[in-house]
Nanobody
Framework: QVQLVESGGGLVQTGGSLRLSCAASGRSFSSYAMGWFRQAPGKEREFVAVISWSGSSTYYADSVKGRFTISRDNAKNTVVLQMNSLKPEDTAVYYC????????????????????WGQGTQVTVSS
């Protein structure tokens, strides 16, 4: 079992940037697909980005493509979401997620795919 803890959220103006980090502990982190999801008030949790265990494959939601970048450092057990050109519609709680069944999360990118979740970190983009 793996434990995930997010950090780096906060308040930023439109057009600004934030870097979210996810620190992982537990066995076999390097074999897990890792992703980021977000949930705005009154909205369903939605996919943001995912990265394969090796880092060779990445996928992004259309709403963030070109603005967000996901990366991982397996040696440090960390996953990062770099968010640039932020918009008010990016306001949400952002959750780090992991799936031991790596191919499921990478291929399907659904909220029901991850087995493990972080506690979430709030991102607020002011207009």
């Amino acid at each position: 079992q793996v434990q995930l803890v997010e950090s780096g959220g906060g308040l930023v103006q439109t057009g600004g940037s934030l870097r979210l980090s996810c620190a992982a502990s537990g066995r076999s982190f390097s074999s897990y697909a890792m992703g980021w999801f977000r949930q705005a008030p009154g909205k369903e949790r939605e996919f943001v980005a995912v990265i394969s265990w090796s880092g060779s494959s990445t996928y992004y939601a259309d709403s963030v493509k070109g603005r967000f970048t996901i990366s991982r450092d397996n040696a440090k057990n960390t996953v990062v979401l770099q968010m640039n050109s932020l918009k008010p519609e990016d306001t949400a709680v952002y959750y780090c997620a992991g799936d031991p069944r790596s191919k499921d999360l990478v291929r399907n990118r659904r909220p029901q795919d991850p087995d493990y979740w972080g506690q979430g970190t709030q991102v607020t983009v002011s207009s």
